[in-house]
């Protein structure tokens, strides 16, 4: 295929193209209030709003449930529990365990008991409370200690072995061990979840859903109603947010407000409220880690023993993929030697937790984050040093504990670079000073690097598709799978299009995600957006624009590879004509303008059973370091600084991805700092609002923050214009400031004993390691 | 027209009729105008999605400040000029501010930028300025899930550099439109929910003395100042209000006075009101008051409201009552004055007698020899309840501690005074072992609960520490607050 336009790329002058820092397609709607999100789209006549009741109790079984006061209620339209569902009572992305209403037992607190439809959602959730339901409680599982206790196991898994992690670790000249538990996450994406039913001939449905997976949305709402899949449109144009939380569970509201207007004929809308969002969805897992590390004395790995346990919630959701990408992080940039990493899942009787933003990565991460501290700290050594000692390098120290070879590392490149821009060692020695002589603050700076393997770890999810049609004006309109919640996907993906087609990145039209018009897609997740679907719509692309050149060479009488498309214009040998021009032509002479596309990652395979495979197609890398603050006395702390170097390989879009390096950091932040999610005995959550959950404010990001895309970043694979994934990797970064937050504890012991601090790191558990770590320095 | 709510809108006089009075601006603009742009994050005041300006005229110019629409009932709105997203590009063209957000790119997703935008435009139209600080607090009120706020921060530096629009607050039609719009009778609204019948009944009275009246004759009536919290009673609690007498119009309660150091705050001053004069009184205060809410809820939320609210957190109580302020309770036209702390009873009971309101708060001058702390501990610094908020006033001789006033949110079922830390350090010397023997005393003083916001022990053990704190800082040591330090120097 002609391809002559890629070597031009430096020099071509079309608006928009790749590595163009382009703005956000919607940003003047955004700033201007007219971007159209699902609950401020026109409301359809006779819409019905719908109310889901919750259970309120963990474990129990439904003795008695009557809604008859409820039906009759003013205003009410239709109620629905599980026996109205024709089809199959269950919304699960793949266990079949997520029923839609629960049916005869619930399982957790906020767990979807019936839906009212009703004329407004006051009248709606007024009629919900005059619901009589009785439960006969049983105790319920709460968190990891008494799943574990009660040996309450979603599911058993190999674990992923390199040589033998317990010889090495007895014939270790050093050894330690250690734990951290780490807090989950709610998504907090500001945009709750939201879908609109509205129904169609033959009852059929088409559904506006705020999803990054509106496929399974189809699928979803197709196996509740009992209808083909081919019955069901899901459509999207943009998310207020996803993270990872509107990956699986959106599927549950598309489903009961496409019941609701299946049933009654009239368009129907899902719209959560804020406390009914947080108590009624997943968040990201929580962690409890131990490690147990042998090394030599300078701080080089011989063996590392890692056990993740998580809470996984009450039913599978994709808590198994989540925890796989846990075990296969739990190395992050280093070679271990001898490894054994084992991952225990637990079911509890609390919201099934999901996927969020890295995907169980982070909390792998954190374990050999937490010990490499934890030997630094034993040998006195710089915790720079040590990580820097014990990275990947090739040839020899390149096994993964799952059997990929790391074969692009270039974590010491970037950290180096990073310690040196930063002045970290400098500014790490000032800080020791600083502690000397404060007694109250105490201060802290780590630099902790990224890596993380991109490609979804389920292989066959790895396809994508797009359809690119050219109008006869020479108009472009692009569509793909892939959805847009923030991320830049759409206006990254229209770069490369323009790219392809050498016309301005204005020609081209974004248009919402939807399932008829490329099938079977999979969910915008696990990074790889703008990796599959970038180079689906490219596919597409060059299939039009092979069908132009031939078009051309024929009508200028030139060899196919003398057409080169360039800045809006078309070159066939001598002549030279406006790309519309051409594409008119090419209609007139009956060639066809439009074309799918499809991509499929090459190189990727996995062995769950054996826990050995290549996962991942490559890595992205990153590092950051983080200086922060602490006050003894009453716990409180700040991240003072932060600099960060990171690797988007040859970036399709500078701004936008700087923009999810700065989201991820904070992001991350959040999570190992303020966000807690506090659950009570009877498994209530008791942070389900912002005035309780406390996601970073604008004061909270550091005065300091120097971000810079590294600039000999390049991807050694086949990727979309050599470019990596941006989306996950950077919320990892924020384990600096949390390695850093252990390390100003430290400073508060004098450096005499190892801190002990649990995420998130807010200021009672900081006041609670301060005092442990005064305690145990005393005992010394 | 006493029962229409008019206010201005891209320069037309809007009328609201028959309308819930208990609908907030945001119901209001989303479903009845349908003006989308303006978002629902969380319906409690706490994410700034539904941030809109409302321009009040204030000693004739119009003065712009942002309220989450979320938990402010339209009736507020009577008299004002309300402004939302819509209105600032209405002409086609975008405001500084909303060109340099896509300039700086900042939004993402999009969904939270509405309410920055507004939040920056309410920032530009007070002509503040792009120092970080100054914007930080400008936007303490706003959550960005996916920016991380540095693109934020670089657009209201950018905003200043682009071409200047015209302030809106100066122009004359603005000011001669809501001139018209003044009333001189009293809003009255009455409503009847079609769905249950209730009726549902407003008014705003203009005078104190009316004020006192409809107090006394509707003795169940809620009393509704900035509505920070009675607003979410009905948007989180969903409880139904039938009558509400709001002060928000009430001309004399709306005064804070000096005399010689001592203030005088009515009970509709609003937090960004006093916070000036609180920060005179003692800098502290006015640290405490910049981290109460965000400039939305301290813009709407009085003072006077978070004292007759009795909420054993709130944060005024334990910094006014060390202070040693009383509260002046009206009831017709009989006035009476008793010490803060008395008006706290026990949870959800205040000294609050049928047919009386809260006048004024009154704070005595800071005497020379006033040693002065309060401290708010919560997970997050801006925009957050305190767990713990320890407020600490001693008169000093020397180093001796003539009196000691000691006053704690968080720590029991009310704001309450320490009296047995505070015995500990009467006419003490204060020095290391004075604080030790004042620490163990607060375990006499206080049995706090655990919480979402934090463990009885964190409370106890940081509640100590505050002492020590204090101490410290009494003795000069300079570095006892993170918020005050900066990041190490580059060498
Ligand atoms: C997002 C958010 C953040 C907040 N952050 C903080 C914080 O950091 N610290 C803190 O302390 N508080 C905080 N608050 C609560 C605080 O805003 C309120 O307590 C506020 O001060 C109450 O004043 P108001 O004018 O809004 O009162 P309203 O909500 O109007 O009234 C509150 C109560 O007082 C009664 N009342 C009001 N005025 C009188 C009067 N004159 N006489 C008798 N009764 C009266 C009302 O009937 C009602 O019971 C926050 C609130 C929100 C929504
Ligand atoms: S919607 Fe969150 S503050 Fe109003
Ligand atoms: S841009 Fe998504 S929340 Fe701010």
Known sequence: MPDASNNISVESRIKGDVREAVRHDSAEKHVAGTAIYIDDMAPPKDLLHVYIAMSTRANARITRLELGRVRSAPGVEIVLAAEDIPGKNDYSPIAGDDPVFADGEVFYIGQPLFAVAADSIEAGRAAAGLAVIEYEDRQPVVTIADARAAASVLECVEPMRLGDAQAALNNAANRISGKCNIGGQDHFYLEGQVALALPKEDGDVHVYSSTQNPTEGQHVVARVLGKQQNDVVVELRRMGGGFGGKETQPSLFAAIASLVAVKTGRPAKVCLDRDDDMIMTGKRHDFEIEYDIGFKDDGEIEGAAVTLESRCGYSADLSSAINDRAMFHADNAYFLNNAEIQSHRYRTHTVSNTAFRGFGGPQGMMAIECALDAVAFQIGADPLDVRLRNLYARPGRDMTPYGQVVEDSVARELMEELAANAQYRSRRAEIAEFNRCNKVLKKGISLTPVKFGISFTTTHLNQAGALVHVYTDGSVHLNHGGTEMGQGLMVKVAQIVAHEFQIDLGRIKISATVTDKVPNTSATAASSGSDINGMAAREAARTIKGRLASFAAEKYRCAPNEVVFRNNSVHAGEQCISFNDLVKAAYFARISLSSTGYYRTPKIHYDRAKQKGRPFFYYAYGAAVSEVVIDTLTGENRVLRVDILHDVGRPLNPAVDLGQIEGGFIQGLGWLTTEELVFDDAGALKTHAPSTYKIPTCSDRPDIMNIEIWEKGENIEESIHKSKAVGEPPLMLAISAFSALSWAVAAAGDGKAAPRLNAPATPEEILRAVDDVRRRATEV | ?491
């Open chain 2, 1 to 491: 027209m006493t029962d229409t709510i008019r206010f201005v809108l891209d320069g037309k006089v809007q009328e609201a009729h028959g309308v819930d009075p208990t609908r907030t601006v945001l119901q209001y603009l989303r479903e009845d105008l349908r003006r989308t742009g303006t978002k629902e994050g969380c319906a409690e005041g706490d994410c700034g999605a539904c941030t809109v300006v409302v321009g009040e005229l204030q000693g004739g110019v119009v003065v712009y400040k942002t309220i989450n629409a979320c938990i402010a009932f339209l009736p507020i709105l009577d008299g004002k000029e309300l402004i939302t997203v819509e209105s600032l590009s209405a002409d086609g063209a975008l405001h500084p501010v909303q060109q340099a957000m896509v300039d700086c790119h900042g939004s993402q997703c999009g969904f939270c930028t509405p309410g920055f935008v507004m939040s920056l435009f309410a920032h530009y139209e007070n002509q503040a300025d792009g120092e970080t600080a100054t914007v930080c607090d400008a936007l303490a009120g706003n959550l960005c899930r996916c920016t991380g706020y540095g693109p934020i921060l670089a657009a209201a530096r950018r905003m200043h550099e682009l071409p200047q629009a015209p302030l809106r607050g100066k122009m004359p039609d603005t000011i001669t439109r809501l001139k018209k719009l003044q009333r001189t009778n009293d809003l009255a609204l009455s409503f009847t929910c079609p769905l249950t019948g209730t009726v549902k009944r407003y008014v705003a009275p203009h005078s104190i003395e009316s004020l006192a009246l409809l107090v006394a004759e509707y003795k169940d009536a809620t009393l509704v100042a900035g509505a920070t919290d009675v607003g979410l009673w009905v948007t989180k609690q969903h409880r139904v209000l039938e009558t509400m007498i709001s002060l928000g119009d009430v001309r004399e309660l709306k005064t804070i006075t000096e005399k010689n150091g001592a203030l005088e705050i009515g009970a509709m001053v609003t937090y960004s009101d006093a916070i000036n004069a609180l920060r005179e009184w003692n800098s502290d205060i006015g640290e405490l008051i910049r981290r109460i809410g965000s400039v939305q809820i301290r813009n709407s939320g009085t003072i006077g409201g978070n004292i007759a609210n009795g909420s054993p957190i709130g944060d005024i109580m334990p910094a006014f009552i060390a202070a040693g302020a009383t509260l002046t309770l009206r009831s017709g036209a009989k006035s009476r004055e008793i010490p803060l702390e008395d008006y706290f009873i026990a949870y959800g009971k205040q000294d609050l007698r049928p047919g009386e309101f809260v006048e004024k708060v009154n704070l005595p001058p800071a005497a020379k020899n006033l040693f002065y702390r309060v401290y708010k501990l919560s997970k997050r610094f801006d925009q957050d309840i305190s767990a713990v908020c320890g407020a600490f006033a001693f008169h000093m001789k020397d180093d001796v501690i003539i009196d000691a006033r000691i006053a704690f949110g968080g720590m029991a079922e009310t704001p309450k005074r320490a009296a047995a830390c505070e015995a500990a350090l009467t006419r003490a010397k204060w020095s290391q072992e004075t604080v030790l023997l004042a620490a163990s005393a607060l375990e006499t003083d206080f049995a706090p609960i655990s919480d979402m916001r934090a463990s009885a022990a964190y409370r106890l053990k940081s509640a100590k520490n505050l002492i020590m704190k204090t101490f410290l800082e009494w003795e000069g040591h300079e570095r006892t607050r993170v918020l005050d330090m900066k990041a190490t120097a580059n060498a």
